[in-house]
Nanobody, 120 residues
């Protein structure tokens, strides 16, 4: 089972930026970021499949950028122009295959999460 470790969360004001990192214990095909805010359903934010295709949920397109350093088995999420509605706990997920990269049930491996708080 792959181990995932997230870092980079924190508190910023609206309009600010944060960079999240997720390091996997070994390289795995699909990696993704999900988030969950209190009282809301878990949401797929961004994902990179084993072919390198990148997927975003509509709410973050143009503001967030996902990238993957295969040599370091690291998934990065650069978050710019943050909004209060981006406040959530962000989780890294990974698996060998992901037919629907932003679907949580495609992933068996999850990190503990990192909190992102955006104030207005």
């Amino acid at each position: 089972q792959v181990q995932l470790a997230e870092s980079g969360g924190g508190s910023v004001q609206a309009g600010g930026s944060l960079r999240l990192s997720c390091v996997a214990s070994y390289d795995i095909g699909c990696m993704a970021w999900f988030r969950q805010a209190p009282g809301k359903e878990q949401e797929g934010v961004a994902a990179i499949d084993r072919r390198g295709h990148i997927y975003y949920t509509r709410d973050v397109q143009g503001r967030f950028t996902a990238s993957k350093d295969n040599a370091r088995s690291t998934l990065i999420l650069q978050m710019n122009v943050l909004k209060p509605e981006d406040t959530a706990k962000y989780y890294c997920a990974a698996d060998f295959q992901c037919p629907a990269p932003l679907r949580a049930s495609d992933y068996r491996n999850w990190g503990p999460g990192t909190q992102v708080t955006v104030s207005s």
